[in-house]
Structure formats: structure tokens, C-alpha cells
């Protein structure tokens, strides 16, 4: 089961940094994406990363703009979001998908409730 955290409401230009953990089970065997859902729009992935090889893959409106990072001692992938724009504003989820650098595999799974991050002009 993963759980997403660390959501919130930001200025425009401003950081967020998204938390993933994972509650009875490792991320070792995982590859973990981040999605995001707006209002009235279809979910989209964002940012994917293969925890044992750390290879790692984003979708191009983010890139340069978020990094995603694992700490598998902890069980938990991050999202660090930077220069933030309000069309970022979404419900964020992590899933386990696969993920390589070409990017990451579908999800079939039941979704979590997910991080409101909200980013205001």
C-alpha cells in the first residue's frame, strides 16, 4: 500500500517536496510513478523512478522542474516540484508501475486517495 503526503497551497514560483511511502512492503522491488489528476482532466503521469536501479524518467512538462528521488531504507519516493505554475494544481498519487527511462508502465490498481497541491497566481 502506497500512501502520498505533503501536498499543499503555494504560490506560484514556489517548492513542494511530495512524499511516497510504502506501509508493509519494501520499494526495492518496485518501480514507483507519480500521477496527477485535475479538475475535469484525465490522470497523467508526471515522473517515474526503477527504485533498485534508480533510473528514472519525467513527463516533458516537467522536466527541469521536478525531481524524483527514492530512499529505500525508508521505504519512501519523493517528488521534489520547483518553480511551481499554477497549471500544476492537481490531486498527485504514487503508484507502483513499471520504469525505465523511456517511461513508466500502466497502473490497474485501486487508486489511493493521493496530495491536493495547489498552486495559486
Known amino acids: 500500500q502506497l500512501q502520498a503526503s505533503g501536498g499543499g497551497l503555494v504560490q506560484a514560483g514556489g517548492s513542494l517536496r511530495l512524499s511516497c511511502a510504502a506501509s508493509?512492503?519494501?520499494?526495492?522491488?518496485?518501480?514507483i510513478a507519480w500521477f496527477r489528476q485535475a479538475p475535469g482532466k484525465e490522470r497523467e503521469g508526471v515522473a517515474c523512478?526503477?527504485?533498485?536501479?534508480?533510473?528514472?524518467a519525467y513527463a516533458d512538462f516537467v522536466t527541469g522542474r521536478f525531481t524524483i528521488s527514492g530512499d529505500n531504507a525508508k521505504n519512501t519516493v519523493f517528488l521534489e516540484m520547483t518553480r511551481l505554475k499554477p497549471k500544476d494544481t492537481a490531486i498527485y498519487y504514487c503508484?507502483?508501475?513499471?520504469?525505465?527511462?523511456?517511461?513508466?508502465?500502466?497502473?490497474?490498481?485501486?487508486w489511493g486517495q493521493g496530495t491536493q497541491v495547489t498552486v495559486s497566481s
Open positions: 523512478i526503477n527504485t533498485p536501479s534508480g533510473n528514472t
Open positions: 508493509g512492503g519494501t520499494l526495492g522491488y518496485y518501480g
Open positions: 503508484a507502483p508501475v513499471p520504469c525505465d527511462p523511456s517511461g513508466w508502465g500502466p497502473y490497474f490498481g485501486s
